[in-house]
């Protein structure tokens, strides 16, 4: 079956840094991957998606990297905020369902 | 805006008891689905729906049923309320052929006594 899986469970950044988020996935079959951040209080918001052919994809402050070969993905967030300050999810779209991974909290130095 | 509301923030019932937990989405989309979250688990699709009197199960239907006599309302019953349904539920909705983007509600903690 499928299973998304982050490395870290929490990740501490200084503001003003660019943070790593890293994941990891199992089945190479997923058409796409895909970024949610949730805020303390909120649903999950949808950040970025990448297509499986895809090495890359950039949207605002946030780059996501594909690697396929060792099947990791990463989401790069430049230059954090403090309103960067969440849980990110890393999940993989399989037969149009969502599969989450477990989530990454980040949390923001001053 | 999208607009995805939960009828309730917090909700506690008791073991046994019938639950409602209803969601209202106002852009018009197609696609909805329900979600719990718990700790160390994730969010874990439980049933989705693709159009009104449609409902497919997810992948942890066991305990829970869905009604969809609206396109913008989607409930999940819980017919019998368990302690291991204690959770964070939490509703989405997307339009007619996108799935990697969906919009949530803020998500309704049940606890059962």
């Known amino acids: 079956g499928e299973s998304v899986g982050l490395h870290l469970p929490t990740l501490s950044v200084q503001e003003g840094d660019n943070s790593i988020i890293n994941c990891a996935y199992s089945?190479?079959?997923?058409?796409?991957f895909i970024w949610y951040k949730q805020e303390s209080g909120k649903g999950p918001q949808f950040i970025i998606d990448?297509?499986?052919?895809?090495d890359k994809r950039q949207g605002q402050r946030v780059t996501v990297l594909l690697n396929k070969t060792v099947k990791h993905l990463s989401l790069q967030i430049a230059a954090t905020q403090p309103g960067d300050s969440a849980v990110y999810f890393c999940a993989v779209n399989r037969d149009d369902k969502i599969i989450f991974g477990k989530g990454t909290r980040l949390h923001i130095l001053p | 805006d999208v607009k995805v509301t939960q009828s309730s923030r917090y909700l506690v019932k008791r073991t046994g008891e019938k639950v409602f937990l209803e969601c209202v989405q106002d852009?018009?989309?197609?696609?909805m689905f329900w979600y719990r979250q718990d700790p160390g688990l994730g969010l874990r699709l439980i049933y989705f729906?693709?159009?009104?009197?449609?409902?497919e199960k997810g992948d942890i239907p066991e305990g829970y049923s869905v009604s969809r006599e609206k396109k913008e309302r989607f409930s999940l019953i819980l017919e019998s309320a368990s302690t291991n349904q204690t959770s964070m539920y939490l509703c989405?909705?997307?339009?007619?052929?996108?799935?990697?983007?969906?919009?949530f509600g803020p998500g309704t903690r049940l606890t059962v006594l």
């Open positions: 852009m018009d989309h197609e696609n």
């Open positions: 089945n190479s079959a997923s058409d796409y």
């Open positions: 729906s693709y159009d009104v009197k449609m409902k």
């Open positions: 990448i297509r499986s052919n895809m």
């Open positions: 989405a909705s997307s339009p007619l052929d996108i799935y990697n983007e969906q919009f």
